[in-house]
């Protein structure tokens, strides 16, 4: 006889694991309403289950929090799209493709990171289920060195990714604070790309 289901998954029809559904539950809720307000609690109650059933799968809260923000930061990034691979189109369109992507996820996600920052548990976690090498700012890392080793890049690609990467940050966490400029007021992508490519010195 197979295993009788959770109450909280007899309607389900995608097969998830409670350990899924309520990844997937707390996930939903960052998604909704970020991160500030979201105790165990909140996440029983919408998952249908009792605050205690957690910790049948969970060490503690912090590791249920950093699942779910890594499967907040899986979804968005799958609606984004794919990036360009190296020596495809040109390095200057690629670049603005990856700074459009890097705006968009950020806008997305640092409002989750910045309800998390009372809790550097949760954080450092995080950043153990994101290790791999697989973030966007390794693979525009990744895409830069590619591209100068294919010999249509030269310089200090390292710096050329933490220079695209800071703009995206800059400009969704100024637009996280009150009266600061919103993210569709940012420098225009094209503008970056080209002064990151040209450089600022007089010629």
């Not at 949760?122 to 080793?149: I, K, M, N, Q, S």
């Amino acid at each position: 006889m197979s295993p009788r289901k959770a109450a909280a998954l007899r309607h389900a029809e995608d097969g998830r694991s409670l350990r899924e559904h309520l990844i997937g539950t707390a996930a939903d809720l960052i998604s909704a309403h970020g991160t500030a307000e979201l105790t165990v609690r909140v996440i029983a109650r919408a998952a249908g289950v009792a605050d205690g059933v957690l910790y049948n799968h969970f060490a503690d809260k912090e590791e249920l929090l950093a699942d779910a923000l890594a499967e907040h930061v899986r979804r968005v990034e799958a609606g984004l799209g794919e990036l360009p691979d190296p020596g495809s189109a040109t390095v200057e369109a690629n670049l603005r493709a990856h700074v459009a992507y890097g705006l968009a996820l950020h806008k997305e996600i640092l409002p989750a990171f910045a309800g998390l920052l009372a809790r550097p548990v949760v954080l450092a976690r995080f950043g153990e289920r994101t290790g791999d090498g697989e973030t966007w700012r390794d693979r525009l890392a990744g895409y830069l060195r590619a591209e100068r080793e294919l010999g249509r890049l030269d310089g200090d690609v390292g710096a050329a990714a933490a220079m695209l990467v800071g703009v995206c940050h800059e400009t969704v966490l100024s637009a996280l604070l009150p009266h600061g400029p919103s993210v569709t007021g940012s420098p225009e992508v094209e503008a970056v790309v080209r002064t990151v490519l040209e450089g600022i010195a007089a010629r």
